[in-house]
């Protein structure tokens, strides 16, 4: 019994100790502000479940309710309860204290107010551009003539002069801004008919005119004669020729033509190749600032002339590859000539390739070469017959290309 009796005295004692320190813990500041913060929490927590719809908006309850709501997906948000404020809605308000949260909530408000501003801003531009398509479509779509000034700029915009009578003459700045449109001033509308011809006449450009044939076709003559008459007509245009014997590598070329130099067969088709592409930008540069040129033999003869020796490994295809990429013509003009009629101008000069052998086989290639938009003109007739038709043929490839066609190129293979 005594052994019994010790026992319970000796647990007893364990409890009280237990319920001391447990005593000792509840009573501690610590727990206190523990309770505090959970229960605070706690119905915090409850409230940003209820409906915002009760709290006026800007009342502390919204505030305190968004708090909470971001609260419960932010982590690190501190919070200090103890500041139950009443707001006039009697709801309650919980601030926190996070300047971090504080600071980000009004950063979005800002964010929120600068999109919401841009926003506007791209409606009211819509709404501009909405009116003015309209406003345009509902009148007439050819802008009155007279009161730009007239003058021969009939499809550009004839506002230049508009804004110079009333700008007092900024025509540099004005010219590179589009009219802005205003409704009711029909002096003011720009159409979509000038965008169109605008666009057009950005690509509008020189023609490129070829003429390609055997030696003593006539081609020499003719070209010259054709830009005489386009320079006479007002059409700018200039005579090029190839191979171009002023350059540095159209030196070498002559040297070889004149047999002053031999060479190896490949090297001299791919130096005749380069002469061309040495002046290939300014080719693009003068078609581009409407000049049209009348180039006397091109890329055509290139192949024609390496590929009529019949060499191995110098076939068509091989030929044609140092072409690629080259402006393509817009215009070709094939001077056909029978033998006969080519032995009847006289005998061939001192020039390599001037021999019967070498423009037979040349015309074989040519023949070969020859593609549906070549303009095939019969060289057999006389000086005047011929320009006749060369004229036409030229003047409408002129006036296809002021109209406004892209620069062609040669493609791979062709
Ligand atoms: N020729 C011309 C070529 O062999 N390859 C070329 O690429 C070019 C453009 O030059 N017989 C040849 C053909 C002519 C020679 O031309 C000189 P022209 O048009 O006779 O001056
Ligand atoms: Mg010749």
């Known amino acids: 019994m005594h052994g019994s009796g010790h026992i319970y005295v000796r647990v007893s004692c364990v409890f009280m100790r237990i319920a001391r320190v447990w005593r000792e813990f509840l009573l501690s500041p610590f727990f206190l502000r523990m309770v505090q913060f959970f229960s605070r929490f706690f119905l915090a927590f409850i409230l940003s479940f209820s409906s915002k719809r009760h709290a006026p908006k800007g009342s502390g309850y919204c505030a305190s309710v968004r708090t909470m709501t971001r609260v419960r997906g932010l982590r690190n948000s501190k919070i200090l309860i103890g500041t139950k404020k009443k707001s006039k809605t009697n709801a309650y308000s919980l601030e926190t204290t996070s300047k971090r949260t504080l600071e980000r909530k009004r950063e979005r408000e800002g964010e929120k107010r600068k999109s919401g501003a841009r926003k506007g801003e791209q409606e009211a531009q819509r ?48 010219k590179q801004r589009r009219p802005r449109a205003k409704s009711g001033a029909a002096e003011e509308r720009y ?20 003429f390609e044939g055997v030696d003593r076709c006539g081609k020499t003559t003719q070209a010259s004669k054709l830009v005489d008459s386009l320079n006479q007509s007002g059409i700018t245009s200039e005579l090029w020729r190839y191979p171009d ?8 070329i002559d040297d070889y033509l004149q ?7 490949a090297s001299m088709h791919l130096l005749f190749a380069a ?28 192949v024609a002339f ?95 290309c002021k109209k406004g066609t892209e620069l062609q190129h040669f493609k791979p293979g062709w």
């Not at 033998?339 to 290639?365: D, L, S």
């Open 127 to 174: 709404e501009r551009a909405i009116t003015t398509t309209t406003t345009v479509f509902s009148s007439a779509l050819i802008r009155p003539r007279g009161c730009g000034g007239g003058g021969g700029g009939g499809a550009s915009y004839s506002s230049k002069s508009r804004s110079e009578k009333t700008t007092g003459g900024h025509s540099g700045r004005r």
């Open 191 to 210: 159409s979509e008919l000038d965008d169109a011809k605008m666009a057009a006449k950005s690509l509008s450009r020189g023609a490129f005119i070829l």
């Open 245 to 252: 014997r002023t350059t540095t590598i159209g030196k070498m």
């Open 259 to 265: 047999c002053k130099a031999d060479s190896d067969d």
């Open 275 to 302: 002469n061309r592409w040495e002046k290939k930008k300014l080719m693009e540069e003068k078609l581009k600032a409407g000049v049209t040129l009348v180039v006397d033999r091109y890329g055509y003869s290139g």
């Open 306 to 400: 390496t590929t009529a020796k019949r060499l191995p490994g110098l076939d068509q295809q091989w030929c044609k590859h140092s072409e690629t990429g080259l402006v393509k013509p817009d215009c070709l003009m094939y001077m056909e000539i029978s033998e006969e009629a080519a032995k009847k101008r006289g005998g061939f000069g001192e020039e390599r390739y001037e021999t019967t052998e070498m423009q037979k086989n040349v015309r074989e290639v040519f023949a070969d070469l020859r593609e549906d938009w070549w303009n095939v003109v019969d060289a057999d007739r006389t000086i005047e017959e011929v320009e006749k038709d060369v004229q036409k043929i030229a003047k409408e490839a002129v006036e296809r």
